[in-house]
């Protein structure tokens, strides 16, 4: 079977670290069309928009695009690339496993859950007011559509993938209103899924349970402010952001992704980590359903990161990007 993919590789450090996961993914024997598309920097040094219009339509037609990071200049320029594409796809749900590597010195060990946020809503809905001077309104979003739908996609993603269990974060002691229905959607959904176990935990609480037992958690299904903060904190049980990918699930396609940045102190040194991309490419290929291929890739990564000898420096190695690529490609290929 042949697919067709959009792939858009960002700026900063992010062809570097295509070029090493496109040469992984042709390893694992999947056939992929890559349309290769600039966006950020590199779209708009051509003198075109940072997210033109080719990209969007490119994502529409395959509904399944890989996206390095893009460079998002702070407080002038153009708005967020990766905000626009959530918006213009209606990428309702941010998908991030949290894997532990070994070899990788990180301070937890043996950490494998995965943190299924709402991307829509929230108090990222962007509604903001000053109501008088020195008074400012931010207004919480939480439907019972959203809410239906995240927790649906993080049911059915946890049967998927063989996962166990689904904590629900909130506050709905608090925020009995809004987070109460983000819960009561959740516990509606649960019913019809009896073969997964449905638990919830107020948000502080599973803060600290998290740090103290992160093994004690499998799927955590949470709204969109709770979920972004969560989801960079058990980034640090692994070792960093460097380390994750993420995926964007809409109804009609989805866009798999780094975590990290563009790395602009790193970009052009040929010393970018590529685990975060081939990671996400990974996570495509489980959407294709080609999971045996998913499967080979993430095995090879964790023996060449745990031998150590093929690893960028980030992690303690000298090799550089395209080395570490090709050393994973050869596992994937053994
Ligand atoms: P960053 O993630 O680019 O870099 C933070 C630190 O981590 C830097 O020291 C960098 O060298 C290192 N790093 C990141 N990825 C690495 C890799 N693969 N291998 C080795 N080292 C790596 O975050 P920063 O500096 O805050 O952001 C830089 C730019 O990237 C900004 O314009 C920001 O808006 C954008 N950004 C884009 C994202 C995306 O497209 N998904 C996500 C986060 C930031």
């Known amino acids: 079977m042949s697919y067709r993919v959009t792939l858009l590789p960002g700026d900063g450090i992010g062809p570097e670290v295509t070029a090493a996961m496109k040469e992984v993914v042709a390893a694992s024997g999947v056939d992929i069309q890559w349309d290769e598309i600039d966006v950020g920097l590199l779209a708009m040094e051509k003198g075109k928009p940072a997210l033109p219009e080719e990209a969007l339509k490119s994502l529409r037609r395959n509904k399944v695009g890989l996206k390095g990071p893009v460079t998002t200049p702070v407080g002038r320029g153009?708005?967020?690339?990766?905000?626009?594409?959530?918006?213009?796809?209606?990428?309702?749900?941010?998908?991030?496993?949290?894997?532990?590597?070994?070899?990788?010195?990180?301070?937890?060990?043996?950490?494998?859950?995965?943190?299924v946020r709402e991307n829509t809503e929230d108090v990222y809905a962007g509604v903001e007011h000053e109501v008088t001077p020195g008074v400012v309104e931010c207004v919480k979003i939480i439907t019972w559509e959203g809410s239906?739908?995240?927790?649906?996609?993080?049911?059915?993603?946890?049967?998927?993938m063989g996962?166990?269990?689904?904590?629900?974060?909130h506050k709905a002691n608090i925020m009995k209103l809004s987070d109460g229905l983000f819960l009561k959607a959740c516990q509606k959904v649960a019913k019809r899924y009896p073969d997964i176990q449905y638990e919830e935990a107020i948000v502080d609480a599973a803060c600290m349970k998290l740090v103290m037992n992160p093994q004690a958690f499998?799927?955590?299904?949470?709204?969109?402010?709770?979920?972004?903060?969560?989801?960079?904190?058990?980034?640090?049980?692994?070792?960093?952001?460097?380390?994750?990918?993420?995926?964007?699930?809409?109804e009609k396609g989805a866009l798999f992704e780094t975590v990290h940045g563009s790395a602009p102190d790193i970009a052009g040194k040929g010393i970018a980590n590529p685990t975060a991309m081939i990671l996400a490419a990974a996570m495509m290929l489980d959407y294709l359903g080609e999971h045996a291929a998913a499967r080979r890739i993430r095995t090879a990564l964790e023996q060449v990161i745990a031998q150590k000898r093929h690893v960028t420096p980030d992690i303690g190695g000298k090799a550089t990007t395209m080395e570490m690529g090709t050393a994973v490609a050869q596992r994937v290929k053994e």
């Open 78 to 115: 153009h708005v967020s690339v990766n905000v626009m594409l959530r918006k213009q796809l209606n990428l309702y749900a941010n998908v991030r496993p949290i894997k532990s590597f070994r070899g990788v010195g990180a301070r937890y060990e043996n950490v494998d859950l995965v943190v």
């Open 218 to 250: 499998d799927v955590l299904l949470c709204e969109n402010l709770y979920g972004d903060i969560i989801s960079d904190l058990c980034g640090g049980f692994i070792g960093g952001i460097g380390l994750a990918a993420g995926a964007n699930i809409g």
């Open 163 to 169: 996962r166990q269990k689904i904590t629900a974060v």
């Open 148 to 160: 239906t739908r995240v927790a649906k996609y993080a049911f059915d993603y946890a049967r998927r």
